[in-house]
T-cell receptor, first 113, second 117 residues
Framework: DAKTTQPPSMDCAEGRAANLPCNHSTISGNEYVYWYRQIHSQGPQYIIH?????ETNEMASLIITEDRKSSTLILPHATLRDTAVYYC?????WGGGGFKTIFGAGTRLFVKA | KAGVTQTPRYLIKTRGQQVTLSCSPI?????VSWYQQTPGQGLQFLFE???????NKGNFPGRFSGRQFSNSRSEMNVSTLELGDSALYLC????????????????FGEGSRLTVL
């Protein structure tokens, strides 16, 4: 079973910030939070990841709560091309025991003009 | 650098047949994982390989199998195909761990779309 829960869908106006929440209340200390998005049944694409600190890159920002039980992906200026399914997953950062990456249902983000 | 390559991209089979799908990971990636994606079930983890060994397996019947070669290329096989096996099969490769120098993220291929008639 997925270790994350996300709202099934969200709307956002073009040019506005899109804030996508994710709950991962059972996250372990060695698990990172990763965000991916999938457009039109292409392979999912990495967006950002973090362990405990907030992170920012050219695509998005990731805000992780202090207790690490939830996080928010922020797309600062959403465009129509950001319409996609966004997946939040938790995954160990080192693969000695292997990876078993479990995707939940994700959030379908609709960016509207 | 070249991305993850999956072949074939599209294929049609009939019930009872078997199918083999191939995945060539990004150079240097030794972890390869497979996923099945259907409209009803979403993205489901099939299995993960590292250094020719299956390290993790999802909840799929034994008809689904895979292997990894010494060059990290991987194949998955589905025997005795059923209508419900129609899906997009995605392969992803990654480094085996995240460090300060790599993000440890999964790199996905375009997928192999299987239709079972």
């Amino acid at each position: 079973d997925a270790k994350t829960t996300q709202p099934p869908s969200m709307d956002c106006a073009e040019g506005r910030a899109a804030n996508l929440p994710c709950n991962h209340s059972t996250i372990s200390g060695n698990e990172y939070v990763y965000w991916y998005r999938q457009i039109h049944s292409q392979g999912p694409q990495y967006i950002i990841h973090g362990l405990k600190n907030n992170e920012t890159n050219e695509m998005a920002s990731l805000i992780i709560t202090e207790d690490r039980k939830s996080s928010t992906l922020i797309l600062p200026h959403a465009t129509l091309r950001d319409t996609a399914v966004y997946y939040c997953i938790v995954r160990v950062g080192w693969g000695g025991g292997g990876f078993k990456t479990i995707f939940g249902a994700g959030t379908r983000l609709f960016v509207k003009a | 650098k070249a991305g993850v390559t999956q072949t074939p991209r599209y294929l049609i089979k009939t019930r009872g047949q078997q199918v083999t799908l191939s995945c060539s990971p990004i150079s240097g990636h030794r972890s390869v994982s497979w996923y099945q994606q259907t409209p009803g079930q979403g993205l489901q983890f099939l299995f993960e390989y590292f250094s020719e060994t299956q390290r993790n397996k999802g909840n799929f019947p034994g008809r689904f199998s895979g292997r990894q070669f010494s060059n990290s290329r991987s194949e998955m096989n589905v025997s005795t195909l059923e209508l419900g096996d129609s899906a997009l099969y995605l392969c992803a490769s990654s480094f085996s761990y995240a460090t300060a120098k790599n993000r440890g993220e999964l790199f996905f291929g375009e997928g192999s779309r299987l239709t079972v008639l």
